[in-house]
């Protein structure tokens, strides 16, 4: 008869359990088998779903328009000009690029709204039909 393996605790554990041994990062619990939002079917408000491509194209068109101002003070000041004429165009690539990738973003999320949808909808469906 096999005994049990004990933990360096002291406790006994399953191997069920320890498939499933969830950890603390930071303040939220993380499972470690499962992702929890694809299990979970809980309607989310258009905030949850949008704010991280909305941060993005926020600070992308604040990152832009700093890059704007800096580069018309290159034309308008004559000291340090060259610092002007430098960092501007930077503010300017960068603010392009994370307003670029936050636009590119918002469609893409409503495309897997859509299929989440389809998704929950066929799978409602074969459960109607094939649970009679």
Known sequence: MEIPAKSPDGS???PQSKE?????TGSTPCISSRSESVWTSAS?????IYHKPVTVVSVGAAVFLF??????????????KKVYKMS???FLSLGLMLLV????WIPIIRKKQKQRQKSQFLRSLKSFFFNR
């Open 88 to 90: 501007g165009p930077a």
């Open 67 to 80: 890059g704007v101002v800096i580069t018309s003070l290159s034309c308008f000041l004559t000291k340090h």
């Open 44 to 48: 989310r408000s258009k905030w949850d």
């Open 20 to 24: 499933l041994i969830t950890s603390t």
């Open 101 to 104: 990738c936050g636009l590119v």
């Open 12 to 14: 006994e554990k399953s």
